[in-house]
């Protein structure tokens, strides 16, 4: 594949992912209007489950295959892939079915095991359709893997708003309409996970061709060869998804108060989502580097090129940090006021979701050396943090235990991965002038929060201010930006 097609599929897979979950994070509103913060805090529960099932269920297979599919027999390699996670999808899925009341009870949701079984269902089928997916990837059909994933996307979406919006409107204006047969004005979040369910059965439907296109075989050799191979990815996988979402896994396990637990949990799910422009940069900005980083890998300036998109990277996370936080008496509007109490997470979210980026830009040593059992190390490293320091810190300070663990977590894989960089393959980073810009930024956000001003025009004059002073200081320190802003006056 040319650089040029690897990098339009790139823009297409990426632009496909971050437009489906910008579309996703649009019912943030509607979902905090609509329920309490409790039930709010079931939805944040069941989905990070899903987070770390999906890598359970799919335990390396997908990356297996395409390992796998340009060394062996494609159609057999597809096949062996596409047998395996059907097979457990439906172990999973059958004992979850036996089991259900033992796990609803377990789970709290004894009054409500319908979710777990939907989840259980929802949860299989994406983890089999990983496979087909692959498969459209492998054979280079961005365009049908992106316009399936968005069509899966914007169904969920639909969905919520014909269940949540639509039905109750009709049922309060219209009670007698025939179009009310099937709903429950008492089914409230239950929509929510229907509405996924019903999406991810449509998505199966629409990828049966890619299912059935190929001949059913076994190949208990390469099987064997794959299942070696995705393994330990799977270690590495369940690590990166402890990292993610542990912290709201062990909220209502670790909560001292237990009958608030639900409900600090949706708080903390809702405020979490007020990092989104963070993380849909750190999205964008890796679904376009990896490739850039190795096709610059042969240039004799490739370490200051790395090393000048590790201090910009961390410019632009500067600025949204910044953007956000100044900001925030306005975006907080983004989830309703019941949720409000747990703004106090947002910066140190946004700062741990930055050094989560600044990780990925740091790993371009071991991936380029070939020694990626280090990011292995430093994942599992991170997992074990995470989960000492959701333990240690929960109970004292709820919610903000559990965004401090984060960023711990991943301040911590950062400062390790930095170390053992330096020593495999030395990149000269701008630390001074990075330092500099850090401080900078926090300086700026403490002054702000020093104002007693209430949200008003001032207070906004205020933050732009300073906003203002941040973005003098880069343009006067670097280069690129002094000869763009020169070149716009110019015009």
Known sequence: ???????????IYGLSSIIGRMLNYMLTPLFTRLFATAAYGIITELYSYVVFLLVVLTYGMETAFFRFSKLENSQKV???????????????????????????????????????????IIISIDSFLTIPFAKLRNENKAFKFAGIKLINI????????????????????????????????????????LSNLLASVFTFLLLLPEIFKVKF????????????????????????????????????????????????????????????????????????????????????????LYADVMKYFIIFGLFIFLGIMLYIDILKYFIDTEYHSGLNVVPILLLANLFLGIIF?????????????????????????????????????????????????????????????????FID????????????????????????LKPSIMKYFVNTILLFIFSIYVFKKEPIFYSLKKKIFRR
């Open 1 to 11: 594949m040319s650089l040029k097609k690897l990098a339009s599929q790139t823009v």
């Open 78 to 120: 597809y096949s062996n892939a596409l047998f395996s996670v059907l097979l457990t999808s439906l172990l999973f899925v059958f004992s979850v079915f036996f089991f259900l009341e033992n796990i609803s009870e377990f789970l709290g949701y004894s009054k409500y095991p319908e979710y777990i079984l939907w989840f259980a």
């Open 154 to 193: 914007l169904l969920n979406i639909g969905l919520n708003l014909y269940f949540l919006v639509y039905y109750p409107y009709l049922y309060k204006h219209n009670p007698d309409s025939q179009w009310l047969i099937f709903y429950n004005p008492n089914f409230g979040i239950a929509y929510v996970f």
């Open 217 to 304: 075989t076994f190949d208990i050799k390469i099987y064997k060869k794959m299942l070696n191979y995705a393994l330990p990815l799977l270690i590495v996988g369940l690590a990166g998804s402890i990292n993610e979402v542990l912290d709201r896994i062990l909220l209502k396990f670790l909560l001292t108060d237990k009958s608030a637990a639900m409900s600090q949990l949706g708080i903390y799910g809702a405020n979490y989502k007020l990092s989104i422009l963070m993380t849909l940069f750190i999205q964008t900005f890796r679904y376009a580097a990896e490739p850039f980083f190795f096709s610059g890998v042969e240039k004799s300036d490739s370490k200051k």
């Open 361 to 425: 830009n740091l790993s371009i040593w071991y991936k380029l050396t070939n020694l990626t059992k280090f990011g292995a190390i430093i994942s599992v490293i991170g997992a074990l943090i995470t989960v000492i320091f959701n333990i240690l810190f929960i109970p004292f300070f709820g919610i903000i235990g559990a965004a401090l663990a984060t960023l711990i977590c991943y301040f911590s894989m950062m400062i390790i991965s930095y170390f053992w960089g330096q020593k495999y393959y």
């Open 429 to 452: 980073y701008e630390l001074k002038t990075i330092f500099k810009y850090f401080a900078l930024a926090l300086v700026l956000f403490v002054i702000s929060n020093q104002f007693p």
